[in-house]
């Protein structure tokens, strides 16, 4: 599979909008058993937030799981492939559920990176200067802990998909069969520098963490922090087909939420 070369600098692909998406996204969720709420950001864009309970069984303890994109509004197909699982209710029946598809919807439709200040919102977890990180942890501080968290997200430069975990407690990783899932569907990166990381070729990097050494807190370091000891961070490669970069992430995440084996 070729590259498109499209990407010079930065993402220059195919682009989405974002009211379209989360009307879309919204009409979806409230036709099944979903709740949908808007927090409300302040900024004339709102999140999105669906929350779906599990089917309850005597004796079930179900796993609460977490899943988010667009925080980066230059990286569509995270949003397009949470789209794509809940048109085709591939979520687990089995789970409680919270979703947060665009996390930068004013980004989203701008085609960028940042919020519309200027605010990379993946950097802005610990000092909470926008809108949007602020109404997002407002209503996580009011929830449960969860068992995963699975953030999805798009690399302008990669030559193939690959992912960040972060489970500093050793619980049972899907990520090697994620990758295994996605190289059906997608390259995999096989560098063994990403993104200024050092990687083994696997296409998974599991970063040394101490979010107290690194001021400018991702997502993934609240939730550690706060909410979720287990984080996937995907990245597919954004100078591949749009619908190829949506079949990865949707193939990751359904591997992802697989029951672990132990
Ligand atoms: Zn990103």
């Known amino acids: ?33 979903w709740t949908v709420e808007s927090l409300l950001t302040g900024t004339g864009y709102s999140l999105c937030m669906a929350h779906r309970p599990a089917r309850r069984q005597a004796g079930m303890n179900p796993r609460r799981l977490y899943l988010s994109s667009g925080i980066h509004g230059d990286e569509p197909a995270g949003p397009l492939a949470l789209l794509d ?11 409680d559920l919270w979703i947060f598809p665009c996390l930068n919807p004013a980004g989203l439709e701008a085609g960028t990176r940042t919020n ?45 998909f690959y992912l960040y975990e972060l489970n500093p407690d050793g619980h049972p990783s899907p990520a090697s069969a994620i990758v295994e899932a996605v190289s059906h569907v997608c390259p995999i990166e096989t560098a063994t520098l990403i993104d200024g990381r050092p990687c083994d070729g696997s296409g998974v990097i599991r ?24 984080s996937l961070t995907l990245e597919a490669p954004s100078d591949f087909p749009l619908a190829t970069r949506v079949a990865a992430l949707s193939a990751a995440v359904l591997c992802a939420l697989q029951k672990p084996n132990s």
């Open 85 to 95: 699982l809940l048109r085709s209710d591939l979520f687990p029946e089995d789970a």
């Open 207 to 230: 970063p040394a963490t101490d979010p107290l050494a690194r001021p400018d807190w991702p997502e993934a370091f609240w939730l550690l922090q706060n909410r979720c000891r287990q």
């Open 1 to 33: 599979m070729q590259r498109l070369g499209l990407n010079q600098g930065s993402y220059l692909g195919e682009r989405i909008h974002a009211s379209a998406f989360l009307n879309a996204f919204h009409q979806l969720a409230k036709a099944g058993r």
């Open 116 to 160: 519309p200040t200027g605010i990379d919102l993946n950097r802005d977890y610990n000092h909470r200067q926008s809108a949007e990180v602020r109404a997002h942890l407002n209503y996580l501080e009011n929830c449960p802990a969860f068992d995963l968290a699975i953030m999805l997200h798009e690399d302008w430069e990669a030559a193939g």
